[in-house]
Nanobody, 124 residues
Framework: VQLQASGGGLVQAGGSLRLSCVASGRAFNGYATGWFRQAPGTEREFVAGISGSGGSTYYSDSVKGRFTISRDNAKNTVYLQMNSLKPEDSAVYLC??????????????????WGQGTLVTVSS
């Protein structure tokens, strides 16, 4: 499956953005999808994940209660709604897809397909 992320931009602290990850290729509802982020000089960090059906979700503690992951399999799209953004949320956000489901925080190696990333900058 090929992935294309979009929706990043510049926003003030406290603001909101919605990221989209559009998939092409095989049946997308068979793939769990995750959002990761990576700031300069840091390791790739898991943000949120959703199962192929959309019935299960998982969030990192740093975004829980502020970010919401969802998917529309009819549109082959996964969304990340980001509210109450903080400067420390600034990073390149990447979406990734994998067969199956990983309970808990998945390592990047669990995902076989990656999008190109979209830049989110939160100003203070």
């Amino acid at each position: 499956v090929q992935l294309q992320a979009s929706g990043g931009g510049l926003v003030q602290a406290g603001g909101s953005l919605r990221l989209s990850c559009v998939a092409s290729g095989r049946a997308f509802n068979g793939y769990a999808t995750g959002w990761f982020r990576q700031a300069p000089g840091t390791e790739r960090e898991f943000v949120a994940g959703i199962s192929g059906s959309g019935g299960s979700t998982y969030y990192s503690d740093s975004v829980k209660g502020r970010f919401t992951i969802s998917r529309d399999n009819a549109k082959n799209t996964v969304y990340l709604q980001m509210n109450s953004l903080k400067p420390e949320d600034s990073a390149v956000y990447l979406c990734a897809a994998a067969k199956g489901w990983y309970q808990g925080v998945p390592p990047p190696s669990f995902f076989g397909s990656w999008g190109q990333g979209t830049l989110v900058t939160v100003s203070s």
